[in-house]
């Protein structure tokens, strides 16, 4: 059993940025993959950005340019640094682990971008 945690959101300004966090136990260096879902209130919940093992990472369309996602495996935590925010990243955000054929998810965190 993976545990997952997610830290960092927040309300923010447009244009902001914030940083999230997501601290898993054991090794995330064993981990296939980690990411960032979304979900906005009425909508699908989405992928944002995923890092896998190797180091690959993979963006949606809508975040490419703005959001980066990083790893330190020492912490066994992913980042998502999340710059230039817009009204329309307002969401709860998920981290997923997939690990040995089964996904963990967090319990989420909200960000809100708001004036």
């Known amino acids: 059993q993976v545990q997952v945690a997610e830290s960092g959101g927040g309300l923010v300004q447009p244009g902001g940025s914030l940083r999230l966090s997501c601290a898993a136990s054991g090794s995330i260096s064993n981990f296939l993959s980690m990411g960032w879902h979304r979900q906005a209130p009425g909508k699908r919940r989405e992928l944002v950005a995923e890092?896998?093992?190797?180091?690959?990472?993979h963006y949606a369309d809508s975040v490419k340019g703005r959001f980066a996602i990083s790893r330190d495996n020492a912490k066994n935590t992913v980042y998502l640094q999340m710059n230039s925010l817009k009204l329309e990243d307002t969401a709860i955000y998920y981290c997923?682990?997939?690990?040995?054929?089964?996904?963990?998810w967090g319990q989420g965190t909200q960000v809100t971008v708001s004036s």
């Open positions: 997923l682990v997939y690990s040995a054929g089964t996904d963990y």
């Open positions: 890092i896998t093992r190797a180091g690959l990472t």
